[in-house]
């Protein structure tokens, strides 16, 4: 079974400031990564994924994630937040079998101050 | 196309109590999920179908059933509701094809409290 593991509950990041997200997974098979961004009071987006390829993945909004093996982390980054990127973000992975699984982490919330 | 959609939004219950939770989805989907979202907990899969006629248990299925009668609907049940169950239920669906395939697109969610 697979875990995932978010570093950080709460990151509160000034506008215009780099933030980095931190996260870690554990798994004996090979996995698919995912960022998913929840704003308040609504349903999950997808923010970027890692399926193969190269290791470092672009998404919407200007984030991006680098996949790590050896350290089995998917860090996400973004250079520079703006206040509407306050939300709560999510690390997850499915293992490369059917059903296309999700196991989250905890979450990680971020709070942009003017 | 109105995606993934759920009802009720809200719902407050006694104990004890039963109710179902409604999930619907119009991007003809093969595989569909519940959820739950606790603080600190991100989400846990309960219940989850890889096709019509087709369930299985996830994480957290313990109170719970669910039925996919019709490919775009699954529906979650409490049959005797607990204060434990309070929490956020997302519903979820994904195609196991196509460039898409592994993203699961996701409901608004539903709020229940039980008392």
């Known amino acids: 079974a697979q875990s995932v593991t978010q570093l950080d509950s709460q990151v509160p990041v000034f506008e215009e400031a780099p933030v980095e997200l931190r996260c870690n997974y554990s798994?004996?098979?090979?996995?698919?990564l995912f960022w998913y961004v929840q704003y308040p009071n609504q349903g999950l987006q997808l923010l970027l994924k890692?399926?193969?390829?190269?290791?470092l993945v672009k998404g919407i909004n200007g984030f991006e994630a680098e996949f790590n093996k050896s350290q089995t982390s998917f860090h996400l980054r973004k250079p520079s937040v703006h206040i509407s990127d306050t939300a709560e973000y999510f690390c997850?992975?499915?293992?490369?079998?059917?059903?296309?699984?999700?196991?989250f982490g905890g979450g990680t919330r971020v709070l942009v101050k003017p | 196309n109105a995606g993934v959609t759920q009802t009720p939004k809200f719902r407050v219950l006694k104990t004890g109590q039963s109710m179902t939770l409604l999930c619907a989805q119009d991007m003809n989907h093969e595989y569909m999920y519940w959820y739950r979202q606790d603080p600190g907990m991100g989400l846990r899969l309960i219940h989850y179908?890889?096709?019509?006629?087709?369930?299985a248990k996830g994480e957290v299925p313990d109170g719970y059933n669910v039925s996919r009668l019709k490919k775009q609907n699954f529906l979650l049940g409490l049959e005797s509701a607990a204060p434990s169950q309070t929490s956020v239920y997302f519903c979820?669906?994904?195609?196991?094809?196509?460039?898409?395939?592994?993203?699961?697109?996701f409901g608004p969610g539903t709020r229940l409290t039980v008392l």
């Open positions: 798994s004996s098979v090979s996995v698919y």
């Open positions: 179908s890889v096709g019509e006629g087709t369930t």
């Open positions: 890692y399926l193969s390829g190269s290791t």
């Open positions: 997850a992975v499915s293992e490369v079998t059917a059903g296309n699984k999700l196991t």
């Open positions: 979820a669906s994904s195609s196991p094809t196509g460039h898409l395939y592994n993203e699961q697109f």
